[in-house]
């Protein structure tokens, strides 16, 4: 939910319903003086600062403990005194003493009035409450609320009604303490629930100065999301954007939908307009639409790579973003994210703030969190997709729609789309009851681009395998794969014209492995195991004439290879204190290299050796600590002795939250990028982070950005300045805890 007032400490509901009592009083009067007492719990009860539970009936016992119980027939009152005490299945009040007039209908109770119910708590020097009209006041009223961790003050809490509340007085914060570093005050305050309250009076404090006056507030009390403003955003940037404000608004619809307004304003660009648009049907159903607009006033002549431009005059910019995920049945799935942008230089453009930074996630655990990709200055290509999933137990059925936008080119017109594609796969399973195994694939596609080969194409691919034992530690596992592919082109060039290929693949692996056990010397670890894996791997595919083969479909190669590999694990036992057994990857090991039988064959020709051995291939996982990852992914070319590819992460981190981690990617003629991050915690308070993302080929920064950030409690506020190679800018957010938050439950 997004809350944004705070006083949420107004949206009391009462608890209902009591199933057992205890046995306290003489039984001639037993049950009219407890069914009394216990209107007098309910009272308290409905005061009860509970905001978004769903009230249910209490259940379970009602225990009424007192040092007196006395009824004045005269009065019609019953009095409980002394270290009265009633405990229920919601939770326990407490007072020094309790008067309810039953000529009256009015209840008053006195001396440190407590009520907790589950987590929140509600405290005052004497209430009163009329049972009649379910209106009353607390005196001296405190009250925490857990859920958004609200602390209430007021000199005089009166429920006025049904559902209208007046506090005098009123004191609001997230903070703990007697001296809390922020506060809300106000002279008066009236709230009705799920409609609007007003404030009068109103200040915000700073410890104890006043940096705000609100003389008169009106804002929306609902019991749900709220509507009203987040917190700005303020940023400069000196050459692209220059001072940058942003205010959202966000507007809470209804129930399942919501919607957020970004009011942008840069003054070297102009005004721009972002909305998002959130639904949530239901678990199985929800989405996001998101889209802004921008008339860019800016001046901007330059070139990157094989784009130009030559701004003179106003450009209308615009980005649109929408993502659904829907459930029709437990086995039919629909998902479409589709992202497109105005023009190539968007994202170099809005790199540093922009709502898709803001929303990404790779993980994607929250549902309105899932941009996929990281849309900065480094993004190559925007993917729009569609896709209806149909499941079956042994078989998945895709129809997918993609469009791939190339934001490194001028021009899209080259770039190959694929709309629809339909993929049929199966997992693998007996064929017909026998020991053969198969393995299916299967799938039709319209490719489609304005210039260049396009056309239908269809491929069918089954692969069977039989696993066969050769005594205890060997397995060799023959396959063989058959390939069928059928195409039509209609581009101009060869309109009409159609063709077909027909391959196939044979192979073999086999495999083996031996392990060995060590116990160290650890209270933490039970067992070590050391396990070899060699492997052999033989695939053969033969010559197959392409010529006509479109460049839409995939080219078999010519193959006659055996690859030889050699796996290293080192994997441990541990049991945890709750006597659970875990097993952690310590340490993996790969190392493989493909020998070319063909080659090896080739007649020599003078001067020219052959060289059968290719590249050397080297995976490592090196997880020996909890807090120490090391990955690598190369591979050496045997020929030169130089790496082809190198690729490396190294991650650390401590129990205390602080991190570091450093990438290298290197592929030769074409990449070389150094990826750093740290992430420290300078004191209880400060952090300190540290973001480098640099471009080793052509000198330049992709990311070069450096943050503090100052945590109390109950409030934050961050710096963050980012240097790269075409621009400089500074960023300040403050925000304070309990004031705003997003999430459906």
Same mark, same amino acid.
């Given at each position: 939910?997004?809350?944004?007032?705070?006083?949420?400490?107004?949206?009391?509901?009462?608890?209902?319903?009591?199933?057992?009592?205890?046995?306290?009083?003489?039984?001639?009067?037993?049950?009219?003086?407890?069914?009394?007492?216990?209107?007098?719990?309910?009272?308290?009860?409905?005061?009860?600062?509970?905001?978004?539970?769903?009230?249910?009936?209490?259940?379970?016992?009602?225990?009424?403990?007192?040092?007196?119980?006395?009824?004045?027939?005269?009065?019609?009152?019953?009095?409980?005194?002394?270290?009265?005490?009633?405990?229920?299945?919601?939770?326990?009040?407490?007072?020094?003493?309790?008067?309810?007039?039953?000529?009256?209908?009015?209840?008053?109770?006195?001396?440190?009035?407590?009520?907790?119910?589950?987590?929140?708590?509600?405290?005052?020097?004497?209430?009163?409450?009329?049972?009649?009209?379910?209106?009353?006041?607390?005196?001296?009223?405190?009250?925490?609320?857990?859920?958004?961790?609200?602390?209430?003050?007021?000199?005089?809490?009166?429920?006025?009604?049904?559902?209208?509340?007046?506090?005098?007085?009123?004191?609001?914060?997230?903070?703990?303490?007697?001296?809390?570093?922020?506060?809300?005050?106000?002279?008066?305050?009236?709230?009705?629930?799920?409609?609007?309250?007003?404030?009068?009076?109103?200040?915000?404090?700073?410890?104890?100065?006043?940096?705000?006056?609100?003389?008169?507030?009106?804002?929306?009390?609902?019991?749900?999301?709220?509507?009203?403003?987040?917190?700005?955003?303020?940023?400069?940037?000196?050459?692209?954007?220059?001072?940058?404000?942003?205010?959202?608004?966000?507007?809470?619809?209804?129930?399942?939908?919501?919607?957020?307004?970004?009011?942008?304003?840069?003054?070297?660009?102009?005004?721009?307009?972002?909305?998002?648009?959130?639904?949530?049907?239901?678990?199985?159903?929800?989405?996001?639409?998101?889209?802004?607009?921008?008339?860019?006033?800016?001046?901007?002549?330059?070139?990157?790579?094989?784009?130009?431009?030559?701004?003179?005059?106003?450009?209308? /910019?615009?980005?649109?973003?929408?993502?659904?995920?829907?459930? %029709?049945? +437990?086995?039919?799935? =629909?998902?479409? $994210? #589709?992202? !497109?942008?105005?023009?190539?230089?968007?994202?170099?453009?809005?790199?540093?703030?922009?709502?898709?930074?803001?929303?990404?996630?790779?993980?994607?655990?929250?549902?309105?969190?899932?941009?996929?990709?990281?849309?900065?200055?480094?993004?190559?290509?925007?993917?729009?997709?569609?896709?209806?999933?149909?499941?079956?137990?042994?078989?998945?059925?895709?129809?997918?729609?993609?469009?791939?936008?190339?934001?490194?080119?001028?021009?899209?017109?080259?770039?190959?789309?694929?709309?629809?594609?339909?993929?049929?796969?199966?997992?693998?399973?007996?064929?017909?009851?026998?020991?053969?195994?198969?393995?299916?694939?299967?799938?039709?596609?319209?490719?489609? /681009?304005?210039?260049?080969?396009?056309?239908?194409?269809?491929? %069918?691919? +089954?692969?069977?395998? =039989?696993?066969? $034992? #050769?005594? !205890?530690?060997?397995?060799?596992?023959?396959?063989?794969?058959?390939?069928?592919?059928?195409?039509?082109?209609?581009?101009?060039?060869?309109?009409?014209?159609?063709?077909?290929?027909?391959?196939?693949?044979?192979?073999?692996?086999?495999?083996?492995?031996?392990?060995?056990?060590?116990?160290?010397?650890?209270?933490?670890?039970?067992?070590?195991?050391?396990?070899?894996?060699?492997?052999?791997?033989?695939?053969?595919?033969?010559?197959?004439?392409?010529?006509?083969?479109?460049?839409?479909?995939?080219?078999?190669?010519?193959?006659?290879?055996?690859?030889?590999?050699?796996?290293?694990?080192?994997?441990?036992?541990?049991?945890?204190?709750?006597?659970?057994?875990?097993?952690?990857?310590?340490?993996?090991?790969?190392?493989?290299?493909?020998?070319?039988?063909?080659?090896?064959?080739?007649?020599?020709?003078?001067?020219?050796?052959?060289?059968?051995?290719?590249?050397?291939?080297?995976?490592?996982?090196?997880?020996?600590?909890?807090?120490?990852?090391?990955?690598?992914?190369?591979?050496?070319?045997?020929?030169?002795?130089?790496?082809?590819?190198?690729?490396?992460?190294?991650?650390?981190?401590?129990?205390?939250?602080?991190?570091?981690?450093?990438?290298?990617?290197?592929?030769?003629?074409?990449?070389?990028?150094?990826?750093?991050?740290?992430?420290?915690?300078?004191?209880?308070?400060?952090?300190?982070?540290?973001?480098?993302?640099?471009?080793?080929?052509?000198?330049?920064?992709?990311?070069?950005?450096?943050?503090?950030?100052?945590?109390?409690?109950?409030?934050?506020?961050?710096?963050?300045?980012?240097?790269?190679?075409?621009?400089?800018?500074?960023?300040?957010?403050?925000?304070?805890?309990?004031?705003?938050?997003?999430?459906?439950?």
């Amino acid at each position: 939910m997004r809350n944004l007032s705070p006083l949420y400490f107004l949206f009391l509901t009462p608890i209902n319903g009591i199933s057992a009592l205890t046995q306290l009083f003489p039984a001639g009067k037993r049950q009219k003086i407890i069914a009394n007492l216990l209107t007098v719990m309910l009272v308290f009860a409905s005061a009860c600062p509970v905001f978004g539970r769903e009230q249910k009936p209490a259940q379970g016992p009602v225990d009424i403990e007192a040092d007196s119980l006395h009824y004045d027939r005269e009065d019609d009152t019953y009095q409980a005194r002394g270290r009265v005490v009633i405990t229920f299945a919601e939770g326990r009040l407490q007072a020094d003493s309790i008067v309810l007039n039953r000529r009256t209908n009015k209840v008053m109770a006195e001396g440190r009035v407590i009520l907790r119910t589950e987590d929140d708590v509600l405290e005052g020097e004497r209430v009163d409450f009329d049972l009649t009209t379910q209106t009353g006041a607390v005196y001296g009223g405190k009250m925490f609320i857990a859920k958004n961790h609200f602390y209430v003050r007021g000199e005089r809490i009166e429920k006025q009604g049904p559902s209208n509340y007046r506090i005098q007085e009123v004191s609001v914060t997230t903070c703990d303490g007697d001296a809390p570093d922020w506060r809300l005050t106000g002279r008066e305050l009236n709230v009705t629930v799920d409609g609007y309250g007003t404030l009068k009076g109103g200040k915000f404090f700073a410890r104890d100065v006043p940096l705000l006056y609100i003389p008169y507030f009106i804002f929306p009390a609902k019991t749900t999301r709220q509507t009203g403003l987040l917190f700005p955003h303020l940023g400069y940037s000196r050459q692209r954007l220059g001072w940058d404000t942003e205010l959202p608004f966000f507007l809470a619809i209804s129930q399942q939908t919501d919607a957020t307004f970004y009011q942008r304003y840069m003054d070297r660009r102009g005004f721009k307009e972002g909305v998002e648009f959130r639904y949530f049907l239901n678990k199985d159903s929800s989405g996001i639409l998101y889209g802004d607009y921008l008339r860019d006033r800016a001046t901007l002549v330059e070139t990157s790579g094989s784009l130009t431009r030559d701004w003179h005059d106003p450009q209308e /910019r615009w980005s649109l973003y929408v993502q659904n995920s829907t459930s %029709l049945q +437990p086995d039919l799935h =629909l998902r479409a $994210d #589709l992202a !497109r942008v105005s023009d190539k230089w968007y994202f170099r453009d809005f790199s540093t703030h922009n709502y898709y930074l803001d929303h990404y996630s790779q993980k994607g655990e929250d549902r309105f969190k899932k941009i996929p990709f990281v849309a900065d200055e480094s993004l190559d290509a925007l993917e729009s997709t569609f896709r209806v999933v149909k499941d079956w137990s042994l078989y998945n059925l895709t129809a997918l729609v993609r469009y791939t936008d190339d934001l490194t080119r001028t021009s899209n017109e080259a770039t190959l789309q694929r709309y629809p594609e339909i993929t049929l796969a199966g997992v693998k399973q007996s064929f017909f009851g026998t020991p053969v195994n198969l393995d299916l694939s299967a799938s039709l596609s319209e490719n489609y /681009r304005r210039e260049g080969q396009k056309g239908q194409l269809f491929d %069918l691919k +089954p692969v069977f395998s =039989l696993p066969i $034992d #050769l005594g !205890r530690n060997f397995r060799l596992i023959p396959a063989a794969e058959a390939r069928g592919t059928i195409w039509k082109r209609n581009d101009e060039t060869a309109a009409d014209s159609q063709g077909h290929r027909t391959s196939y693949r044979v192979g073999a692996d086999l495999v083996t492995s031996a392990f060995r056990d060590y116990t160290p010397a650890s209270q933490n670890i039970e067992k070590i195991r050391h396990e070899i894996k060699p492997e052999l791997v033989y695939d053969y595919i033969p010559f197959f004439d392409q010529v006509d083969l479109p460049d839409f479909a995939e080219a078999v190669p010519e193959r006659n290879t055996l690859t030889a590999a050699l796996t290293n694990t080192l994997t441990a036992k541990t049991r945890g204190k709750d006597g659970v057994t875990n097993y952690l990857e310590l340490l993996r090991l790969k190392l493989s290299q493909i020998s070319n039988i063909a080659e090896a064959r080739r007649d020599g020709v003078a001067g020219t050796a052959r060289r059968p051995f290719g590249a050397i291939d080297i995976e490592l996982d090196l997880k020996p600590l909890p807090y120490f990852a090391f990955y690598a992914r190369s591979r050496m070319d045997v020929k030169s002795g130089a790496w082809e590819k190198a690729n490396y992460d190294l991650q650390v981190s401590d129990k205390r939250g602080d991190s570091a981690a450093i990438g290298y990617r290197y592929t030769r003629d074409l990449l070389e990028e150094i990826d750093l991050s740290l992430n420290a915690l300078l004191t209880q308070s400060v952090r300190f982070s540290y973001i480098l993302k640099r471009n080793e080929f052509d000198n330049s920064y992709f990311r070069n950005a450096v943050a503090l950030n100052y945590q109390r409690q109950c409030w934050s506020i961050g710096l963050s300045y980012s240097d790269n190679a075409n621009d400089r800018s500074l960023m300040v957010n403050f925000s304070l805890t309990g004031l705003a938050g997003t999430g459906y439950k």
